[in-house]
């Protein structure tokens, strides 16, 4: 149980392109969901919190211009990265939270964006 | 000071050794405390989580809280190479609960035959 399912898996595009990433719990329904950045052999930096049918929380420094996030419904959540530069290029992560029960967080497989 | 401390390593172990990995912290309010498996170009996978103190066993899995010395454990028996990979404890506390996790920058773990 408690799968989350991130799309796509890798995304490689031109400079000035927007980029949207979903994030979907497959057996679960989940009222908070997380968004995070991670670069190469470093640990976890969370970018936004968000819940369903609000707007999301972001981390002091995360650019919510540039970083969208619109949390829809109770199973997903999707991350579009407008404008996206090579300083964008980056390993991002969403994770799930159930909405019965207070349960720790369940994250999907990540998304490898590379911005050329 | 990092409210999260983890040695990167990487450890080396063969097959079949016991592994412990290890967090400490400084927050004495932490209560939640979590271990992360992450494998090479893949997200974190949930192995073991606790709250408060204690142990807490999961087949070859052991995950140990002591808060009096601001410090937790992650043990795996018989280990496998399957079970190379890079190890993050998270922690949170009340306030943050489940959903404002401090992340460890992780072990790498390499078990060889």
């Known amino acids: 149980g408690a799968v989350v399912s991130q799309h796509p898996s890798r995304v490689i595009c031109k400079s000035g392109t927007s980029v949207k990433i979903e994030c979907r719990s497959l057996d679960f329904q989940a009222t908070t969901m997380f968004w995070y950045r991670q670069f190469p052999k470093k640990s976890l930096m969370l970018m936004a919190t968000s819940n369903e049918g609000s707007k999301a929380t972001y981390e002091q420094g995360v650019e919510k211009d540039k970083f969208l996030i619109n949390h829809a419904s109770l199973t997903l959540s999707t991350l579009t990265v407008t404008s996206a530069h090579p300083e964008d290029s980056s390993f991002y992560i969403c994770?799930?939270?159930?909405?019965?029960?207070?349960?720790?967080?369940?994250f999907g497989d990540g998304t490898r964006l590379s911005i050329l | 000071q990092k409210e999260v401390e983890q040695d990167p390593g990487p450890l080396s172990v063969p097959e079949g050794a016991i592994v412990s990995l290890n967090c400490t912290y400084s927050n004495s309010a932490f209560q939640y405390f979590m271990w992360y498996r992450q494998y090479s170009r893949k997200g974190p996978e949930l192995l073991m989580y606790?709250?408060?103190?204690g142990n807490k066993e999961d087949g070859r899995f052991t995950a140990q809280v002591d808060k009096s010395s601001k410090y937790i454990s992650l043990f795996i028996r018989d280990s496998q190479p399957s079970d190379s990979a890079t190890y993050l404890c998270a922690m949170s506390d009340i306030s943050g609960g489940y959903n404002k996790l401090i992340f460890g920058a992780g072990t790498r773990l390499a078990v060889h035959p």
């Open positions: 606790t709250y408060s103190s």
């Open positions: 994770s799930a939270r159930e909405k019965q029960g207070n349960q720790p967080q369940h």
